[in-house]
């Protein structure tokens, strides 16, 4: 039978990340190789690379290749798409 308890139970263990995300989502672009850097389907690594920068705070990009899934984190993501655009933020 389920015991009742006066206090709530201390967490036992920590979560660690089975990926170095924070090294990975730094900012450098990363090749990111299947069955070295991870063993599963490239398609399940973009989404997994996406929760990550999410869980981060970061903006990113990525695109798949022949040999996995190419990343990068946008830190400064109005630098990138003034790179590319010309696009200039309004400073109101």
């Known amino acids: 039978m389920a015991e009742i308890i006066s206090e ?5 263990r920590t979560r660690t990340s089975k990926y ?13 190789v299947q069955g070295v850097d991870y063993e599963t389907t490239t398609v399940s690594m973009q989404a997994q690379v996406g929760s990550a ?16 899934v190419a990343v990068q984190a946008i ?7 003034q790179a590319e655009t010309g696009w200039v933020p309004r400073n109101d």
């Open 53 to 68: 920068a999410k869980r981060l705070g970061v903006r990113y990009r990525t695109t798949t290749n022949e040999v996995g």
């Open 20 to 32: 170095p995300w924070a090294e990975w989502l730094d900012g450098e672009m990363r090749q990111l």
């Open 8 to 12: 709530w139970p201390t967490l036992t």
């Open 75 to 81: 830190l400064d993501w109005r630098d990138e798409a």
